[in-house]
Every structure is written in structure tokens, then in C-alpha cells.
């Protein structure tokens, strides 16, 4: 994990995590995923999550993104407690702020790369928009290598081409913060390298703080934060840059 | 692309899944259609029933005694006054109240007669009737040969009257002393009227002098028909109203033939909720396990804003649509099935009829099965949480 330490108070407090504790209450006992986790992400970050499997990147990546609510601690984004926020405001909180790239959320085949890309807003109307949405999906498929795919169907798709379109999906919609759960992981080196090399240049440009996890640590150094986590504690906050850009 | 179009373009993805569905519903629509097409069908032809069997109603002279009546039913002594028709008519109409609903009143004069058939003579009940009134009473009457009487001196026989008599087609027969032309030979509809001799009314009213008199006045209603309640209270209301006639209601095949029926009515329509329920179950299955191998796609909608009550619209916009095009496609399915059960094995004849109204109750019962079935899954699955749907993805 190469690269320097970055003096973090330059970025304004975006997000914070205060004391969040997460535990599990299940048939064999209860489980303790997260244990006085505190957390401040700033606008424009690039935070790797890493850690071993069961550590708590995904409980933490659910709590960071509202999906989960923790069972102590405060999460405040931009001022809101969002733990504290009713289920109906979280919707209308999500649709606004974030956007999540899963591992294996295929895109919906019966619409084709276009129409996936613009899912989003099927259920919401974009808000402050000055041109034609749909030539702005065009646009970000394009700035995604995409331009030859618009209208073909995710089963003409290759595994890299479609993590590109969750990923002009989750940009459609502006979001402040992108969260993305091992988007790399069923990825050969090339896609893994433009997907990071992406989310680089998506925060560097466009401010979007993007919190992503990965057991790649070559994928990792590419951020410009790396957190680790073991068993649901917080061991290391480390930030870097100069990172090599492949793309 | 609005969430509708969403809808639609997940039918056809599921094309597989959404057949099995369709022939679930279409099913149990195709049944429903049938047995209401066919109890139709069936009360529509009642009337037809009726005019094989008999009127509705019978109005006839007092005093008819046993002994006054021929071998073959009738009676050939006792007259009513022809003015009375009118205050029958009348009756009925008042009982009824229903200005729709026609009363038919067919006259007959009867009398017994040896007639003489070419050289031989033959013991005779000679009917004189109005053809046209007859015929409009009798839809199904209909001639084995020959044609209907064009003028005065023209009859038509019975078919049995016509086999045992020997009687053919432009045979000549005396007639109260008159002679007429058989010009038809009427089918046999094992009613009385098989061993007749037809003429026209007024003929017969004048060769036996009995102008201004009837022997009978037959009545057909439709409401009498059904309803036995309303039927015996025409009755009684002629009976105490019209001296020196008696009112009787012989044939009540078709009151009979209505109540049975109703009743099978209500044993198939238990068929119908029986194989609705089933079909109800099978959707239902069909639905969960379709629904359950969604889970990961009603995670993605819901990490992209989709909200619950908008899921639950998309969800069951696809299971309305394919429950109208089941009522769609049931109906058409119970008209040619009605059409095969008639053919084939009931043969009422009434033909097939599109019923906008049975059409309206396909769509109803498809939409009913589809939503009713589907429901509890879609509602269940849409609470599904963003986490719960991608946990095996999402555990870390």
C-alpha cells in the first residue's frame, strides 16, 4: 500500500460517522458486525474499504448509505442524522444523494444499456437539469467506452461492460456519494483498472465522494483513502495519493 | 418509459412464466363463460321449449266434462265466445305488467268429423286455426314436406294423422262438406296436434256455423313461463274474473324445465368457484416462485429510488394485465366451447351470442384471480429490504 498521507482536514466534513455501533441478533447468538466505528468522509474522496471477509465493509458500507441503520452512533450527512430519518424520507434521502454499485446487481434485461441507464428516473424526475436527459445518458454511456453498446441488451454484454453500465446508472443521477460493494471483484485486471481509474476521476472532477469495498489491494492503493476493518473494528485510516492512473 | 411500460416489457421477458399464468386464469374464465353462455342459451330457447310441449296457458270452457273429450285430448262440444280472447288478453297484461313481454293468444276451433280422404272416410279431429298467429306461437313447427296453406281451401295434417291416414301431399279432403287440398305435412312433435287436420279458422268457423265461437285459447308468455307464482295468479285472476271458462295451466314444462335449471345452475356455478379457487392457489404458486427469483432485481429497483408502493404498481399492473387478457382470451374459448356442448350434446339450438354483459364478468373474474392470487406475494416482496435482497452479495 504505497503512496503519502494526505492531510485530510483540507476536505469539508460530508459525511460522519460517530461511535456506530451494529450488532446482530441472530439464532446462535448475537453478533457484534461493528464496534465504535467513527468515520468522517469528505466531498470528492476516494475511500477504499478493505479487510478480510466478515470484517464489516458491507454493514459498513449499509449504514454509510442508509440501507441499515445502526444499533448506536449517529450517522450525519451534510448536517441530517439519517439513522434517525423515517423510512418514507429515506427513499426521497437516497434517491437525492446516493448511488450503489453491486457486485452481481445485473442490469434489467429486458431494457436495454440506454433504457438501464436511465432506470432511475422511472421513479423520480431529475431534479435541476438543463438539457435532454436522454442525450445525457447517451453522453455518460459514451464516457464510459460504452458508445457502440447504447442500445444493445445486457445479454450481448461482457462482465466489465456491464459493471460500466451500473456505473452510468449510478451517475445519471448526480449523486452526492456513490457506495459500491466489491465492484471489481468478478472483473479481470483491465475492467478492474478503468472501473477504479473511473471512480478517480469521477471524485476528482465532479466532487463525488464514492466509498467502495475491495479485497484487491492493488485496486485499493488507487484510492485516496484506504480503511481497514477487522472484525468489525476499525484498525487503520490511511490516506494516499499519487496514485498511477491507467486510464 | 413510464412504470407501466416497465410492466409490460417484464411480461413478455417472462413469457414462459406469464403463459403458465394465462392458461390459470383462462381456465377457470373459459368454465365461467361456458355455463353462463349455456344456461342462456337455454332460457332463451324456453320459449321455443314451450311451443314444443305446449302454452303456456290454456283457457277453455267450463263445463268440459270427460266424456265430451276426443281420444286425442280435445274438445269438440263446448265453445268459448270469440269476445272473450280480448278480456283474457287484457287480464294478463294487467297481471303481468310488463309492457315488453308480449302475450300471444292462439285461438282453435275444434271439430270431429269423419272426413273423407279421396274414396275413404276417416274419423277426424279437424282443427281450424289462424296459421300466422300459430306460427308465431310455434317457431319450431315445421313441415316434413309441403308448404304453409296460401288460400282458403288448403290444409296441412298432422304426421301421424298423415301415416296412419295415408295422406300425401295435394290429397284432397272433405272437409265439412267442402273440399281442400293437403298442401303440408306437419313434423311430429308427440303433442296432440300429430293426429290433426288443419284449416284455416274461419273456414272452419263457417262450414260448422260456429261463428264467434272458439274451443280454446292458448296463451304463451315468456314472464308465465318462469315465474309459477305469477302464472297461478293469471290464472286465478281470469278464472274469477271471466265467467264460464276455466284457466288451467297443463303444461308447465316450461316452469319445470326453468326451476331445473336454476338448479343446475347453482351446482355448476359451484364448479366454477371450486376450479376458481384452484386456479387461485396455482397463480399464487406461480407468482411466489416468479417473484422470489425477482428478489435481487426488487433490490436494484429499490437502490434506484423505486419506491415500495411504486413496486407494488409495477408488479401488479403486469398480473392485471395478463388476468384482462385471460378474461380475453377465456370468453371467446367458453362461446366455441358452448357452441361444441350445444352441437354436440345439449342441442337447445338457441345459437351462440356474444353477451357484452358475460364479457364484462370474463374480465372482472380474470382480473379477480389474477389480483386476488397475486397479491400477498407482491405486497410480502415488496417490503423486502435493499440489504436482504443482496445478502449473499452483501456480506462482508
Redesign the interface.
Known sequence: MGGMIMDRSSNAPFLELKNVNKTFNLSSGQVIALEHVSLTIGKGELVALVGPSGSGKTTLLNIIGSLDRPSKGEVILEGVRIDALSEENLVQFRREKFSFIFQDAKPLRMLNVLENTLLPFNFFKPNNRNGNIRDEGIEVIKSLGLGHRIYHMPSQLSGGEIQRVAIARALITHPAMILADEPTANLDRDNRLFVIDTFRRLSKEKGIAIVFSTHDLEIADRATRIVHLKDGVFLKDEAVCCAPCSV | ???IV?SI??I??RRGKSLYLLIAIVIPVAILSTILLTFDNADSSLSTLASKFGFTLIVQPKNVHADKITHIGVNTEEYIPEGVVEDVKKILQDTIRNPKDKVITVVRLYEEEEVLIGRAKAGSVVAGIDFKTELEAKPSWRLTSGRWPQSNREAVVGGTYASSRKVSLNDALTIGGSEFRAVGILQNYNSSDDYMVFAPFTEVQQLYNKAGLVSVINIQNVSLDKDRGLLQTAVNNINKNIPNIMALSPQQFSTMKYTLLKKSLKFLMAIVVATIVVSIFSIFNIVTSVLYSRV??I???K?????RS?LLTIFLFEYLLIGLLGGLIGYPLGLIMTYLLDSFLLKLGAGIHVNILYVLVALLVGVFCSLIASFYPTHRLSKI???ES?R?????
Open positions: 418509459m413510464t412504470l416497465l416489457k417484464d413478455f421477458r435481487k432485481e433490490g436494484l429497483l437502490s434506484v429510488g423505486a419506491s411504486q429490504t435493499i440489504t443482496f449473499t452479495q452483501w456480506e462482508g
